[in-house]
């Protein structure tokens, strides 16, 4: 069964990209390419455990099973030596991918306190956003009597838009609640 955002995507949103931006051809118009979801767990004190939570934690978010991530070089400031296990990330395509983004745009999203959008201009300048959560409790699939650490995540969504603009309009139509900006202000 297809994901109701790749859905809304196919019937609607690729007609309302063509007149916008005057595709001729409906695969011009862009798509979600993936998703990746990346974190990293600070102090050299609880650094095993906290990324033992992690991984688990991000396995239950995404659907998928994280990569631990390692250290490139040591830096004595931070007690880090080389390929010591610092983090984890998620690569999401497909059906993970669509149904992570509808999750993530109509259920985790709306919970974040004091929310007011999220920024406009986290763009690469090639049409590829990325946001990040400073709390990983937000997500519903969390339960939080079992949270020992708060992770942040950073998530990048890469699109196959050739602008900004593009992109911006894009993740609009598929529910990205941009922050309206203050220009009356």
Same mark, same amino acid.
């Given at each position: 069964?297809?994901? &109701? ?7 609607? !949103? ?17 798509? $979600? ?6 974190? =990293? ?10 990324? &033992? ?14 990569? !631990?991530?390692?250290?490139? *070089? =040591?830096? =004595?400031?931070?007690? +880090? /030596?080389?390929?010591? &296990?610092?983090?984890? *990330? ?10 992570? $983004?509808?999750? +993530?745009?109509?259920?985790? @999203?709306?919970? !974040? ?27 519903? &699939?969390?339960?939080?009597? *079992? ?9 990048? @969504? ?9 992109? /911006?309009? $894009?993740? *609009?139509? $598929?529910?990205?609640?941009? /922050?309206? =900006?203050?220009?009356?202000?």
């Amino acid at each position: 069964m297809e994901p &109701e955002l790749k859905r809304d995507y196919r019937e609607r !949103i690729i007609g309302e990209l063509m007149s916008e931006f005057g595709y001729q051809n409906a695969h011009q118009a862009p798509q $979600l390419e993936k998703i990746v979801v990346n974190c =990293s767990v600070g102090s050299a004190e609880e650094r095993g455990p906290a990324l &033992e939570g992690a991984v688990r934690e991000m396995a239950l978010i995404t659907g998928q099973r994280p990569i !631990i991530t390692k250290s490139k *070089k =040591s830096i =004595s400031n931070f007690k +880090l /030596r080389e390929k010591t &296990e610092i983090g984890a *990330k998620v690569t999401l395509r497909g059906r993970y991918m669509w149904e992570f $983004l509808q999750r +993530l745009t109509k259920a985790a @999203i709306p919970r !974040i306190r004091d929310f007011r959008g999220v920024a406009p201009r986290s763009f690469d300048g090639r049409g590829n956003y990325t946001l990040g959560i400073a709390d990983h409790s937000i997500f519903p &699939e969390i339960e939080l009597d *079992k949270v020992k650490h708060t992770i942040g995540f950073d998530i990048t @969504i890469v699109t196959t838009a050739r602008t900004d603009e593009e992109g /911006r309009a $894009l993740l *609009k139509k $598929l529910g990205m609640p941009f /922050r309206e =900006s203050a220009k009356a202000a």
